[in-house]
């Protein structure tokens, strides 16, 4: 019985050092597919979840934060259908605040993506994500389960619809 509890406890410091290692990265997922701060811990809490139920089952084929990625992003795409289905409208992705002392440049620039990117479809948020995280196609591939190549391809289509729907609005 003792033995049984040892394991156990060295398993949660384990998962508990894990966790503390890739804050950021859950936290970046948290950001891009939740509306506010309360749904921000909402997620955080359920991707931490998620990911202790399914700790005993990695078997290190990957990179602990590639399986941590996959879990993280799977986990707030069902959180997003489940708000989607719950409430009729869907809250937008939140702007992050830039202050407009002409110290930050670009600011607006900024803005308009951020929003644009946040109106985009679950996946191909996760795209964005993985791709500004400079992850390799090949990792972003393992990560969402696609294709190599259809992660270029993916990835140069929602560079060509951002780039288009900014157009107008960085021109005004």
Known sequence: MVAVFFMQSNLQQAFATLIQQH???VYKVCHLYAADDEDIRDLFQEIVLQAWNGY???RGDAAVSTWLYRVALNTAITHKRKLRNAITTTPQLPIIDIADDGHVPYAEEYRIMHKL???LPPLDKALVLLYFEDRTHAEIAEILGISTS???T???RIKDKL???AQP????
């Open 163 to 165: 780039r288009k729907q």
């Open 117 to 119: 990117i946040g109106e």
């Open 169 to 172: 609005l960085l021109n005004n």
């Open 154 to 156: 993916k990835l140069n």
């Open 56 to 58: 005993t089952r990695y």
């Open 150 to 152: 259809n992660v270029g």
């Open 23 to 25: 804050e950021k990265l």
